[in-house]
């Protein structure tokens, strides 16, 4: 038996057949349902997936609190079910066509888990917490709420499903919108694929990290800088295409095994220096593949660079717990204890805000996941 499918075997919980469910013979006429979900950033990074929307290695993630998307959708019952998806898109107040081919494909890869989709129309407003043009992805908060939405939905046709099926379908969906949308779903610390060490992880949703969590880690502090608020110039889902034929492919998705496995025993510990060593390289090493990517690409900017520079400097000088991590882009997160608060947000005002657009940045914190808003 090959190892992977060793691992399968034994850690597999649901499989993607038993969120299939047959259309429903009884349906509402209509109803509305809202939903507000986080972003969130990843400490072990996912970097490289297969069809469908599969990551070629685990990673885990930290959920934030303030920045979110606040989606809501209405449902109306056609005449009759159509082959066409029917939906509408409303973004912070005005119509969005241009989300609309984004939504479509999302609908038509979901729509075996959610046949009622082709039942209704859809008119689904949405909002951010954070500016649209901030580089903060929001396609991670964004899909979540949408599955939030739509689980919903699924919930008030089939009203005996459990809760626990409830959020793993719904990150299940979310993943097949984004793949790190499934991250936005359940739980303050979420890992997505499996890991031997990880019990009920899986390739096909998000499950909230249910070991030991030192309360350091419980507190911790997310300030986003906005170093770039653009549009990036590679999209994550080229990117993770360019992990195909990588030559550095194999052992990034072996050390992102490890460091599951470290970051295990550094999250119960609450050992702050080891955290530091495994979320930097982390992000590096995301940016290293990018830059060893045939084609090659960076997405860090020369204020990247000088912010990591005076974090280093900071930490030293000061004796701080602070770190950083990015994500595709070149905003910077930084991360650090409750504690240095104060301390460390003067010194964003005083050193750091100068390298970001508009000396823009958010503080955010470890949230707790989508919430329902009645
Ligand atoms: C660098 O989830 O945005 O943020 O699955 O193609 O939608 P798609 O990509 P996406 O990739 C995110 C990559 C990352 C790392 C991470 O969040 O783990």
Not at 178 to 190: E, M, N
Not at 336 to 357: D, G, H, N, T
Not at 358 to 365: A, G, P, T
Request: charged fraction near 20%.
């Amino acid at each position: 038996m090959l190892q992977n499918e060793y691992i399968c075997s034994k850690f597999k919980d649901l499989n993607a057949s038993d969120f299939i469910v047959k259309p429903f013979d009884t349906l509402l006429n209509d109803g509305t349902t809202t939903w507000k979900t986080p972003s969130n950033i990843a400490l072990v990074k996912y970097w490289g997936k297969r069809d469908p929307q599969l990551p070629e290695n685990p990673s885990i993630s930290f959920t934030l609190n303030n920045c979110h998307t606040v989606t809501t959708m209405a449902y109306q019952k056609r005449i009759s079910r159509e082959t066409e998806f029917s939906f509408e898109i409303i973004f912070e107040g005005k119509t969005k066509d241009s989300f609309k081919p984004k939504i479509q494909k999302f609908f038509e890869r979901i729509v075996d888990y959610v046949p009622f989709i082709k039942d209704y129309h859809f008119i689904i407003s949405s909002e951010n917490s954070f500016p649209h043009s901030s580089g903060i992805a929001s396609s991670a908060s964004g899909m979540s709420a949408l599955a939030m939405c739509l689980m919903t939905i699924e919930k008030r046709l089939n009203p005996g499903m459990d809760t626990s099926y409830f959020y793993k379908k719904a990150s299940f969906l979310a993943r097949l919108g984004s793949g790190s949308a499934c991250r936005s779903v359940k739980g303050d610390l979420v890992v997505w694929g499996e890991h031997e060490e990880i019990a009920g992880s899986s390739d096909l949703y998000g499950v909230p990290f249910s070991t030991k969590v030192a309360p350091v880690f419980k507190e911790y502090q997310d300030t986003i800088l906005l170093v770039d608020k653009g549009e990036k110039q590679v999209s994550s889902t080229v990117g993770h295409e360019l992990m195909h034929g990588h030559p550095f492919a194999k052992n990034r998705f072996q050390q992102a095994v490890d460091h599951i496995s470290k970051i295990k025993t550094i999250l119960a510990t609450g050992n702050v220096q080891d955290f530091i060593a495994l979320v930097e390289s982390e992000a590096l090493t995301l940016h290293a593949m990018m830059m060893t990517s045939q084609p090659y690409f960076i997405l860090m900017k020369p204020n990247t660079l000088e912010i990591i520079q005076k974090v280093w400097n900071y930490r030293e000088a000061h004796k701080s717990s602070i770190c950083f991590t990015l994500d595709a882009g070149a905003n910077v997160h930084l991360l650090y204890p409750k504690s240095e608060k104060e301390m460390v947000r003067e010194f964003i005002e005083k050193e750091l805000a100068m390298f970001c657009q508009q000396s823009h940045f958010i503080h955010d914190e470890l949230g707790s996941g989508a919430i329902e808003i009645e």
